[in-house]
């Protein structure tokens, strides 16, 4: 599971280190949050492309996924990008992927916050009605929210229910990954995968200036030195519980 790829820097830094990581790790599956993978926010068919040429099977998105004009009609006509599932009924695209391997289907759900967050249908009550459709044991969840305490919450709410839950959206990696007690891997936040010297992925210049000024700014993305961020989730292929979660964060 890749944090959130950050513009085309992100994008071609990723493309620089993921076939070593799929074979160092022995991945099956490559999941990347990708909204804001568009170069300025958001994300675009152009730059869902690119991930998937990439390399990476599965795309799950965030708050900014509408952002452009193109996404809607991209959305139903993709079926390996999905938003998250609290969006209201009629949201173009879906919040749930099964993702056929062969000898087994992964469940991905897309998940988004409402603490500090847009108002979206109660994550957990949504996540509920999705689980008793669901019949594939391995079941991802990606949580695209701002609190830890809500993120933390859903993961004690889905322990054993659940393969795993990573959260995306704050761009900053968090050091709390483990394995909880019925088997669920965890870890509040991938981080970020984009330009270092940044403010989450944006120039910094221009983050300071809205911070200082309380002006409009117009973001544009960091430029040089990358990182990628993300973890691997090593789950048993009988009982569908996660037995090691690692934390990826690399730098050069």
């Given at each position: 599971?890749?944090?959130?790829?950050?513009?085309?820097?992100?994008?071609?830094?990723?493309?620089?280190?993921?076939?070593?990581?799929?074979?160092?790790?022995?991945?099956?599956?490559?999941?990347?949050?990708?909204?804001?993978s568009a170069e300025g926010n958001g994300i675009s068919p152009h730059?869902?492309?690119?991930?998937?040429?990439?390399?990476?099977d599965i795309i799950t998105t965030g708050n900014h996924v509408f952002?452009?004009?193109?996404?809607?009609?991209?959305?139903?006509?993709?079926?390996?990008?999905?938003?998250?599932a609290n969006y209201p009924k009629g949201a173009p695209g879906t919040?749930?992927?099964?993702?056929?391997?062969?000898?087994?289907?992964?469940?991905?759900?897309?998940?988004?916050?409402?603490?500090?967050?847009?108002?979206?249908?109660?994550?957990?009550?949504?996540?509920?009605?999705?689980?008793?459709?669901?019949?594939?044991?391995?079941?991802?969840?990606?949580?695209?929210?701002?609190?830890?305490?809500?993120?933390?919450?859903?993961?004690?709410?889905?322990?054993?229910?659940?393969?795993?839950?990573?959260?995306?959206?704050?761009?900053?990696?968090?050091?709390?990954?483990?394995?909880?007690?019925?088997?669920?891997?965890?870890?509040?936040?991938?981080?970020?995968?984009?330009?270092?010297?940044?403010?989450?992925?944006?120039?910094?210049?221009?983050?300071?200036?809205?911070?200082?000024?309380?002006?409009?700014?117009?973001?544009?993305?960091?430029?040089?030195?990358?990182?990628?961020?993300?973890?691997?989730?090593?789950?048993?292929?009988?009982?569908?519980?996660?037995?090691?979660?690692?934390?990826?964060?690399?730098?050069?």
């Amino acid at each position: 599971a890749i944090g959130d790829v950050v513009g085309l820097a992100g994008t071609e830094y990723l493309a620089s280190h993921l076939p070593a990581i799929k074979k160092m790790y022995g991945v099956d599956i490559t999941i990347a949050n990708g909204e804001n993978s568009a170069e300025g926010n958001g994300i675009s068919p152009h730059s869902a492309e690119r991930l998937f040429n990439l390399g990476v099977d599965i795309i799950t998105t965030g708050n900014h996924v509408f952002r452009r004009k193109e996404i809607p009609d991209y959305l139903e006509e993709t079926p390996n990008i999905i938003r998250p599932a609290n969006y209201p009924k009629g949201a173009p695209g879906t919040g749930v992927l099964l993702f056929d391997m062969g000898r087994y289907q992964l469940c991905v759900i897309n998940l988004m916050g409402c603490v500090f967050m847009d108002a979206l249908d109660n994550p957990f009550t949504v996540v509920d009605q999705i689980l008793q459709e669901i019949t594939t044991p391995f079941i991802v969840v990606d949580f695209h929210a701002e609190a830890t305490s809500e993120k933390i919450a859903l993961a004690h709410y889905l322990d054993g229910r659940v393969s795993a839950l990573f959260g995306t959206h704050t761009h900053v990696q968090t050091a709390d990954e483990r394995v909880f007690p019925k088997g669920m891997g965890y870890i509040t936040d991938l981080g970020m995968t984009g330009p270092l010297h940044s403010v989450l992925g944006v120039r910094p210049e221009l983050a300071i200036y809205k911070f200082k000024t309380h002006m409009p700014a117009r973001f544009e993305n960091a430029q040089g030195e990358c990182m990628i961020n993300g973890a691997v989730f090593t789950i048993h292929d009988k009982t569908a519980k996660c037995e090691r979660i690692e934390r990826i964060n690399i730098t050069k």
